[in-house]
């Protein structure tokens, strides 16, 4: 019983940890490209996980076998409650830290180290390494050059279609410092309420570069009669609503699948529990990984945003599903 209730509660800090590093990494594009505030950025990330998660029951049981550990080590220690509550608590430590200093981790990596080093002390050379080399690693290794390639293709012909649909770049209105080191960029047509008050304010047209490198370029024309602008707008909001659906779809199995080894609770109640554990989790301390995601790591514009989010959404919700 004690067992029992040790990886039960170091598997909702596992989920809770994964929401603060993860849930808001679907719709940092929203954040960053200024289509939406962070508060509104964050309900949609937690509905739209929280969704994932539950449906993983139907859809990525597959996963559960993969994490459980079984191939990867002899049977008999599936259901070793030393080893699971080590390999739980490995993996939930290493990405709770990583989100109190903003750093965005995968769970799944370290799900995969903690099951790697666990296992290893465990049973030594009967650790399976053709089951780690093809149901662990070449995944992890092969999924970011696959949507590399993805993005490198598809971009640039969204970018043709949209010049072939007439559709532009507006100008917009620079307001900023007078040294013009520092400034906003806000389109021409939207609020400005957003801007903080600025010591020594200048005001200038700018052309639509410097729009785009502050990611508040707008753009102009109609789309089956509907401004260009507001149809990208909803298109962005949906894909970042699939890829949080679709990391919720993925990371939820993996983050039960040892204690349900274990034998923990039923299934549809440890999906149940490990979901509420990552909205928790992503409300309470998604800030600081928001911030990295959606500013410090590279600038998106709105249709970067939204090309990233469907190459991401669609590889995961495929590899949910094989």
Wanted: charge should be positive; aromatic fraction near 10%.
């Amino acid at each position: 019983m004690i067992w029992i209730s040790v990886i039960f509660l170091s598997t909702l800090f596992v989920a809770y940890a994964n929401g603060a590093n993860d849930n808001f990494k679907g719709v940092a594009t929203l954040f960053g490209s200024g289509t939406t505030n962070y508060r509104v950025a964050l309900l949609w990330a937690t509905f739209t996980t929280f969704a994932g998660s539950v449906c993983a029951f139907y859809f990525a049981q597959n996963l559960i076998a993969t994490f459980s550990g079984r191939g990867l080590f002899p049977d008999a220690f599936l259901t070793d409650p030393v080893l699971l509550s080590s390999v739980i608590l490995a993996s939930g430590v290493t990405v709770y830290l990583a989100a109190k200093i903003g750093l965005p981790v995968s769970t799944t990596h370290s799900l995969t180290g903690a099951l790697i080093g666990a296992g290893w002390m465990a049973v030594g050379e009967r650790l399976n390494l053709s089951t780690l080399g093809k149901h662990f690693l070449a995944p992890l290794l092969i999924s970011p050059f696959l949507a590399l390639a993805l993005a490198l293709t598809l971009y640039p012909l969204f970018h043709y279609a949209r010049r072939r649909l007439g559709i532009k770049s507006e100008t917009c209105l620079c307001i900023g410092k007078n040294a013009g080191t520092q400034y906003a960029a806000v389109p021409m047509g939207r609020s400005v309420s957003a801007i903080q008050a600025m010591p020594v304010m200048a005001i200038v047209v700018a052309d639509n570069v410097v729009c785009e490198q502050n990611n508040l370029a707008v753009y102009s024309g109609r789309l089956i009669g509907i401004q260009a602008q507001k149809v990208l707008d909803g298109l962005h909001f949906l894909s970042a609503g699939a890829v949080s659906f679709a990391r919720g779809l993925n990371d939820t199995p993996k983050i039960v699948a040892l204690g349900a080894a274990f034998g923990v609770i039923a299934l549809e109640k440890f999906i149940f529990a490990v979901a509420i554990a990552m909205s928790v989790g992503g409300l309470m301390s998604a800030r600081r990984v928001a911030e990295t995601m959606s500013t410090r790591i590279t600038t998106l514009n709105h249709g970067q945003g939204l090309t990233a989010n469907l190459i991401t959404s669609t590889l995961v919700m495929f590899a949910s599903h094989i």
